[in-house]
C-alpha cells in the first residue's frame, strides 16, 4: 500500500489517505453499501453522486448502483431524498427556522424542487406539514 501511495501522484494524497484509513477499519470484504450509507449521513448537506462514491472505493459506478439498490430496496437518488426530507422533517420538529433554509441544511438550495421532492415522500407539503406539527404540539 506504501508503495501504490508513493506512486500515486494525484494531488488527492490526503483524500486517498482517509479513505485507506476508512478502509481498513472495514472487515474484508468491503461493505459497499455500508460505506454509501455513512457517506450519505456525513455529507448530505451537499451534492453527492453515485460516480464519485464508486470512484472512492474503487468499483464500477453500475455495480455500486446494482448492489445499493438490491440490498436497500430503492435506488440511489431515492435513498437520497428520502434522506433528506427525513432530516428535513426532524429540523422542523425542533426549530422555527424558515422552510427555505431547511431546505439548504438538508442540501436542496432550489426551495421549489425541495417542496416537490417534500410532497412526493412525506405525502404533504412543507407548509402543511409545518402547520400539522404546530397544532399537534399546540
Known sequence: MDATH???????LEQDRQLMEKL???????DYVAFVKEYVA???TGPISMTELAERIHVS????????NREVGCSFPEY???YRIHKAQEIMKHSK??????????G???YVHFSKTFKKYAGTSPQS??????DKYT
Not at 481498513?24 to 468491503?30: K, N, Q, R, T, V
Not at 459506478?61 to 445499493?68: E, G, I, Y
Not at 427556522?97 to 438538508?106: C, F, P
Open 129 to 134: 406539514y409545518r402547520q400539522h406539527l404546530k
Open 80 to 82: 437520497i431524498a428520502k
Open 97 to 106: 427556522l424558515s422552510l427555505g433554509r431547511i431546505a439548504e441544511l438538508v
Open 108 to 110: 436542496y438550495p432550489d
Open 61 to 68: 459506478r453500475t455495480h455500486l448502483s446494482a448492489l445499493f
Open 24 to 30: 481498513s477499519g472495514l472487515e474484508e470484504p468491503m
Open 42 to 44: 456525513e455529507n448530505y
Open 6 to 12: 508513493r506512486f500515486k501522484a494525484t494531488g488527492y
